[in-house]
C-alpha cells in the first residue's frame, strides 16, 4: 500500500466526493467522523516516531529555531500580501487567514518522512507549534481584521483539537511503544499499527471531502478565487523554507522538514474551529476544504521534488 499510496489517496478523494455528492445526507455523520479518523492517523503516524530519541530533537535549538521564525515570522507577512487578492470578500478572507496562518501538525509528519525528511524533529517541535498557534492566530487575526472579529471567536474547539488530536494520539502511541518494548513481538506490533497509516490516510480524506464537498459544488464560483492564493502561497514557502534552512545551516532531513512545514497548513485540525464561526461565515469551512484539496495535490508533488531540490550532496555543501 506504501508503494502505490499517491493513487490510493486520489482515489480516497474520488469516492468521498462521489458520496457527499450522491448521498448528501452522509455530510453531518462524515463530518463527525473527520475527528477520530485524524485522530487515529496521528496515532499511528506517532508509533512510527522513535521516542527515545525525542529528547535529542528538543536539544536541536537551530532546527526549533528555524522552523518558529518560519512559521511564525515569514509565513504571516507572505500571507498578508498574498490575501490581498481576495481582500474585498470578507468571508473568504477569513477561510484563507484562518487556514495559512497555522502551520500543520499533523500529516505534515506523513509527508516529510515520505520525502526522507526528520520527521522525529518535527514531532518535537509539534507541541510548540500548536500552542505558539493558539496564541498568535488571534494577535493576527487582531493585526488583518480588527478588534470587533477577534472578540467573537471561540477557541474552545482549538483546545480540544489539540487535546484530541495532538495529545491523546501521542500518548497512545508512547504507551504503545513502552509497552512493545517489553515483549518478544515489538516489532511485530509497531510494525502492525504502522501499516495501517495508508488505509487510515484514506479514510481521513474520504470523510473530510464526503462532509464538505456538496457544499463546495454550490459555491464553486466563490471559492476559486482562493486556488490562486493556494498555490502561491505553496510555489513560495518552498524556496522559503530552503533558504531559511541554508542560513540555519541544517542537514539534509532537517531541510526538507523545515520546507513542508512551512508549506503545509493546519486545515484539518483548523476546521472544527471555522465551522464554529457564526452563520455569517458559513462560506469559510469550504475554503479551508479546498485549501486541504490542492495542498494534497502539492503535496503528492513535493514528496518527489523535494528531495531533488535538497538531495543528499546538500549535506557535504552545508558543512564545507
Known amino acids: ?41 496521528l496515532y499511528a503516524t506517532f508509533c512510527g516516531v522513535p521516542f527515545a530519541r525525542i529528547g535529542q530533537a528538543f536539544r536541536d535549538w537551530r532546527f526549533l529555531t528555524t522552523i518558529l521564525v518560519v ?15 481576495v481582500a474585498q470578500d470578507h468571508v473568504l478572507l477569513v477561510g484563507v487567514l484562518f487556514v495559512l496562518l497555522t502551520p500543520c501538525v499533523d500529516y505534515v509528519i506523513v509527508f516529510t518522512g515520505l520525502a526522507g525528511g526528520a520527521k522525529d524533529r518535527l514531532l518535537a517541535a509539534t507541541p510548540l507549534l500548536m500552542l505558539a498557534q493558539m496564541l498568535l492566530l488571534p494577535v493576527y487575526l487582531w493585526l488583518f481584521l480588527g478588534t470587533d472579529f477577534v472578540l467573537d471567536i471561540d477557541l474552545a474547539p482549538f483546545a480540544e483539537a489539540f ?16 509497552a512493545a518494548a517489553r515483549t518478544r513481538w515489538s516489532r511485530l506490533l509497531l510494525s502492525a499499527v504502522e501499516t495501517t497509516m495508508v488505509p487510515l490516510m484514506m479514510l481521513t480524506l474520504a470523510v473530510v471531502v464526503a462532509s464538505q464537498v456538496a457544499g463546495l459544488g454550490e459555491r464553486i464560483g466563490s471559492l476559486l478565487m482562493v486556488i490562486p492564493v493556494f498555490v502561491l502561497f505553496a510555489a513560495v514557502m518552498v524556496p522559503v523554507g530552503m533558504v531559511a534552512s541554508r542560513v540555519a545551516r541544517l542537514d539534509v532531513r532537517g531541510s526538507r ?8 497548513r493546519n486545515s484539518l ?52
Open 269 to 320: 485540525v483548523v476546521l472544527p474551529l471555522v465551522l464554529a464561526l457564526p452563520g455569517t461565515f458559513t462560506l469559510a469551512p469550504l475554503v479551508v476544504v479546498t485549501q486541504t484539496l490542492v495542498e494534497l495535490v502539492v503535496m503528492v508533488l513535493a514528496v518527489n521534488v523535494v528531495p531533488r531540490l535538497i538531495p543528499a550532496a546538500h549535506d557535504a555543501r552545508t558543512l564545507s
Open 163 to 178: 487535546g484530541l488530536l495532538i495529545v491523546l494520539p501521542l500518548a497512545a502511541a508512547a504507551l504503545t511503544q513502552f
Open 257 to 264: 522538514a523545515i520546507v513542508f512545514s512551512g508549506v503545509t
Open 71 to 85: 512559521n511564525f515570522a515569514v509565513v504571516p507577512v507572505i500571507v498578508w500580501m498574498l490575501s490581498r487578492i
Open 1 to 41: 500500500m506504501e508503494r502505490f499510496q499517491v493513487p490510493l489517496y486520489l482515489a480516497a478523494l474520488a469516492v468521498g466526493a462521489s458520496v457527499g455528492l450522491l448521498f448528501p445526507v452522509v455530510a453531518p455523520p462524515a463530518e463527525v467522523a473527520i475527528t477520530p479518523a485524524l485522530g487515529l492517523l
